[in-house]
DNA sequence: ACTATGGATCTTTTT
DNA sequence: GATCCATAGT
């Protein structure tokens, strides 16, 4: 295939960046200004000049992009292209790490804790260690922790300074470590930052990286951390063949230790760089992209650039507004229907949101409206409880010494194994330093009452009868069996309750998942099953384009596009939402969401918002984001424009009198008030005689305001 | 030991 | 409104 056949789908800038080869490269990829394209025909180029597919290592943001990646190559250059090493950092860094486990002290089926097992073991440390929970709130703490970690800084070298609980949570921190060694665990961070040990530590493995990874390729490279910019350091370090492409203004995952940094500095780092900047844009009319641009020119902290469009001028946007969310949702669904009436397809609209949360009112409309939707993310498929169970059984066959699934399964379904008896079994397995499994296979020597003893030892007889029977078998019969043995869903659930029902599904699913799983892997071991599905995401598993209307948030949406989008909730304190509206730099970040959001549309946009939203099962005033106030009126459409609300339109009464104005529910009769301080709440009722619980906080912060 | 109930707290986004 | 937790009752 000659270069130029290769390219004729490319621009000028496109082409270039494709045939810089060697050396590092800094691609700036504006928002769809086809980056996927040209990395992908990038990788093409690199295989059809003789390079060997084994040497190129791509890195992704979703497992999801990765496969797309794959089989885009794929139909360049064929079936090499399933020689090339693509994943997302946490899933490339957990096959690395299985094979050198021994190395750093770990065995190779070590298991990955996902936020829920971290916070477990954070709690368990914190109560072990008598601190008060307020001011050791388990999340914070584990955000601290997560933070140290990715910064390299080790629970020895937290200096004390001015704060007295800083020596505390270095002690947590400590024990968190210690507990998760001795667990065979890593959490998330663990998977990038001990492959940078491991890479440190031995140079052996890191000669052998540098020369198996020759080519290295990171996508969405603004989202990247600085750990994880330590890595490519290290495995690029010796042939410097890194390309990175990115956009400053999609930089959307600063909590996640997300640092601009990376690529303002990487020029620094990596000498005698390449910069080449992709900014014309193939996905959106000049509507939608001029109204985009001029949201995001209101951010100070950006390399900046001037995207450009041959495209259409296409519709203006249109503004939509509720009086209360469940009106606007009702609205956006009347849009939808009306669009798919003359001819859009579900499956080409996306509603788009800040937060889950949102997705409820939206799901009912839409079910209102009898239109088919799916849902992507929200409550994780793989952290539901019931599915965690059954995984936590599997684990514990695959990692003999993970303690956190053993106390998940121990007493699941309820076996009468109660507290007292499991502290006695931890206290005994600490003081002889072994797994609780271990102490499970020496019963008898311990001092225990009889009852407790043999609820223990039917516990460990059902687990060696899995563990026995398990011996060769594929992931889904393996399910069968713990289901099977353990009389986990006649124990667990009835037939009657829809609840359970739904759980029971759930567990149908899994099942099928992992019966995929089998058809699907080479060497389906269970080993394989468990890393796979903990680095797994729902965007992972979305199917893309069907026949229903998709709602997600706009973090998941990154890099996707849709013909038609619906930004809702875009309402102050929503979006930008609360937290972040207190320093510039957090309002940049929700003003590059915001963007994200707006160019996700390549024909029609949306915006939609209400005057009254629902908080915490109560009910506040709202006032359209300021994100929209920063689009040209002349982009909008005309009988639509803007109509700002402000807090003084609402009625402002008092509403500690007995007879009192709600802003909301107008005139309003208080039955009785509850609770202190931030919780305190009113049982009210209204003139219908509907009933009500408000907090009382939020009625008076309103008319405190105005 | 287990289950039902009420209270406190809270959600931002995710590999 | 939902979920997690502590407590009281069985």
Redesign the pocket.
Known sequence: MSDSNIFRNLNEQQVAACKIVEGPLLILAGAGSGKTRTITYRIAYLISHGISPENILAVT???KAAEEMKERIYKIVGPVANKITMG????TCSRILRKHAELIGYTKNFVIY??KDTLNVI?KII?EMDLPL?SF?P?KIRRIISKYKREFIKPEMVAGGYNPNTLKIATVYSRYVKFLFRNNAMD??DLIGKTVELMRKCPEIKEYYNEKFQFILVDEYQDTNRMQFELIKLLGDKYKNVCVVGDDDQS??S??GADIENILSFDKIFANTKIIKLEENYRSTKNILEAASNVIKNNVERKGKTLYTDWKEGEKIELIDGYSSMEEANLVMERIKSLVAKGTKAGDVAILY????LS?VFEVAAQKYRIPYVVV????FFER?EVKDILAYLKTIVNPRDNVSLMRVI?TP????????MELLELEAAMKGVSLLKMLANLENIDMPS??KE?FRNFYGIYGDIKKESEGKGVKEIMEIVLNKTAYIDKMYNTTSPEDMSKMENIDELLNSAEEFDSLTETPTLEEYLNQIS?F????AWKGKSDRINM??V??AKGLEFDTVFIVGAVDGLFP????IDSDS?IE??RR?FYVAMTRAKERLYISYSHVR?F???IMPSIVSRFVKEIPEKLMKEEKKLHVRTLNEFPTENVSNELAIHPVFGKIRILKI??????KRAYIALENGEKK?V?VKYAKLKFLEE
């Open positions: 943001f979703t497992n997302t950092f946490h899933s996902d936020e709690r109560k307020e709130a999340k998330f961070d959307i995952y909590f996640r800040r937060i889950n949360a409820r993310g929200g409550t994780r409880a007493n309820p076996r009468g194994i109660g507290k007292k008896s009852r407790a609820a680095l995401t729902d965007i992972d997600m948030t973090h998941g939402h609360i937290n972040n957090k970040e929700e969401l629902d915490r099962g109560s509850v609770g202190k301080g931030d919780g619980w907090l």
